[in-house]
Nanobody, 121 residues
């Protein structure tokens, strides 16, 4: 059974930094894209950043220059370094991965359980 487990959320003051990580476990043949999404209260879930297996990245305009996504393919792990945090970054952050699980013939998207990030003084 594949699972994505996130860690690293918490409370931080405006201007501060947090680092999130998300590790995929289970028998995994291959992972294509991985990404981070967030959902604030009363809002729809939105893409924060994505990274493909080759390393190319994309970011939401609201986080460009402040957030950095990276991945360690050997560890099936994706990271999100968040700097210069703002109150509007407050949300539940979810990771996802398009991966090929043992016994499957097609890629599927899996989601983590979410981790709360709160930016407040």
């Amino acid at each position: 059974q594949v699972q994505l487990v996130e860690s690293g959320g918490g409370l931080v003051q405006p201007g501060g930094s947090l680092s999130l990580s998300c590790a995929a476990s289970g028998i995994i043949f291959s992972i294509n894209a991985m990404g981070w999404y967030r959902q604030a209260p009363g809002k729809e879930r939105e893409l924060v950043a994505g990274i493909r297996s080759g390393g190319s990245t994309n970011y939401a305009d609201s986080v460009k220059g402040r957030f950095t996504i990276s991945r360690d393919n050997a560890k099936n792990t994706v990271y999100l370094q968040m700097n210069s945090l703002k109150p509007e970054d407050t949300a539940v952050y979810y990771c996802n991965a398009d991966l090929l699980q043992h016994g499957s013939t097609s890629y599927r998207t899996y989601w983590g359980q979410g981790t709360q990030v709160t930016v407040s003084s």
